[in-house]
């Protein structure tokens, strides 16, 4: 179940996600929280500079810098994290994870939840219409993010 | 197997693991080749830029740029691929891994061969020397780059 600061944070997600739309870029933002606290914020960077690897949730967790710990993290992200980035979650050991949707795209959930890591899918319409938007437009540059031919 | 060229990839990925011994960093390097051409080379920057998921295979990722494809590349690393590494390898569809060594680090290997990746481990004693190095002399170092506590 989402908390108020599930989703005060999550809509930080969104609202990276949508900066990033601006930009031109592929709009998935994510947020690294401790209980109440933003630790970073990020959007998806593979336009803005050119970083394959800089995922939202990974823009978010460099933005963090290093960390003594995650055990006491949530990772929030606008969109369901793919394998680079679920890999990335069970590697730091994140235990949580909030997602706004995995309508548009997802299928590591139950990989994340098998490494025990609890996940929450918020199927927020905001992160699905944005999504939808983007890869009707941009439908090559969301291939590319997802190295679909 | 590994290749003539196999080799002479891994020795750029080791003298990458090498460099970053030498700046008080994680001794991982790596490069990620299109055949016989080097496309970058990259070595694991938690210490130098203090970016936690600037692992060695990640940061020769970031280096090579957005790239059309991944399938006709080989991803060179000093060390057994993370969970985060193994997870990228997988998303970016990398067809081929070479690995120095998995006797100070490893575990993903067979879950990168069920994901149709060819992982080849070539046991290099360089490779296993500085690690066993680096492991004994800081520890607490790379106990956080896989976020053990």
């Not at 949580?96 to 949707?101: Q, S, T």
Request: aromatic share 6%; charged share 30%; net charge negative.
């Amino acid at each position: 179940m989402l908390s108020e600061t599930d989703k005060k944070h999550l809509r930080v997600a969104y609202d990276e996600a949508k900066a990033g739309y601006d930009e031109g870029g592929c709009p998935i933002g994510s947020v690294l929280a401790r209980g109440d606290t933003v630790v970073s914020q990020g959007r998806n960077q593979r336009v803005q500079q050119g970083d394959p690897i800089a995922h939202g949730e990974m823009d978010a967790l460099r933005k963090a810098g290093r960390q003594k710990t995650y055990k006491d993290t949530t990772l929030y992200t606008s969109l369901s994290p793919c394998m680079m980035c679920t890999g990335t979650i069970i590697q730091f050991g994140i235990p949580r994870v909030v997602i706004g949707e995995n309508k548009t795209f997802g299928g590591n959930e139950d990989f994340l939840r098998s490494k025990g890591v609890e996940v929450i899918v918020a199927d927020d319409p905001d992160c699905i219409a944005l999504m939808t938007r983007f890869i009707e437009e941009k439908p090559e540059l969301w291939n590319e993010d997802i190295a679909e031919d």
